[in-house]
């Protein structure tokens, strides 16, 4: 089965680096026209551009804080001007700061609920209404296996990608009747620059925990991201699809 997403405008948040870039980049394989932005990583947007210079793939990407109301509207807006519509959003942008809850800090709590909940939010608000007038749109946000179980020390973490899953299950009832689905995907571990910073013990125990007997790369989480930004996926809303090699069963 061959998805192709040619005609489909496609906004990836979070697109320089780590998963967000493997989805742009499937994205782009499968004939989107790819925009993505990302906060703070100018190394990753070089690279992510040089990729599509070298593949002739169009592309818009700026850098803009999704939790910025006016910095969200100002790049919709452009990607407007540019190409007319939004078709697909993924709510990839997140970000972790770790630690037990009677040690954490509260501007971290907020920070992290802001960036991966907030920010969602605010992206799928401001796509909504070009959605609503074209009858069709998909909004994916990318979650984790451990909103689904918890894990020490990421009381803030798994709360936000917890409230990514509650949210779009509310937002799939909303947006139902215009022909725009809501679904979550859920990773396991998967060895992006983010993961690679958490303790090696915590890496050897999700490791025991896949049965299947290894880490799923970034391109399968793409892949379960494109088929359901797809027609083929045209009856499934408010799911969430674990991509984890078996970890959480």
Not at 220 to 244: K, N, P, Q, Y
Request: hydrophobic share 45%; charged share 20%.
């Amino acid at each position: 089965m061959e998805i192709r997403m040619d005609g489909r405008v496609v906004w990836v948040t979070g697109g320089s680096s780590g998963l967000g870039r493997a989805m742009v980049r499937r994205f782009a394989e499968a004939g989107a026209t790819v925009v993505w932005n990302h906060w703070g990583d100018p190394m990753g947007e070089a690279e992510q551009a040089r990729w599509f210079e070298a593949h002739g793939y169009p592309t818009y990407y700026r850098e803009a804080d999704v939790t910025d109301p006016t910095a969200v509207e100002a790049f919709v807006q452009e990607v407007v001007r540019r190409y007319g519509t939004v078709h697909v959003l993924v709510n990839n942008a997140g970000i972790r700061a770790d630690a037990v809850t009677w040690k954490m800090r509260l501007e971290d709590w907020h920070r992290v609920l802001e960036v991966n909940l907030t920010g969602a939010f605010l992206c799928s608000r401001a796509v909504i209404p070009l959605m609503r007038a074209q009858k069709w749109g998909r909004i994916i946000h990318i979650s984790s296996i451990n909103a689904l179980r918890g894990k020490f020390g990421q009381g803030n973490y798994a709360a936000s990608k917890a409230g990514l899953i509650g949210f779009a299950k509310a937002l799939a009832r909303e947006v139902a009747a215009f022909g725009i689905t809501v679904n979550v995907v859920a990773p396991g571990m998967v060895m992006t620059p983010l993961t690679q910073t958490l303790p090696e013990p915590v890496i050897e125990e999700a490791r025991r925990e896949a049965i299947l007997g290894f880490f799923p790369e970034p391109d399968d989480v793409a892949a379960a991201v494109l088929f359901l930004a797809s027609d083929w996926a045209r009856c499934i809303t408010g799911e969430v699809l674990r991509v984890d090699s078996g970890q959480c069963l």
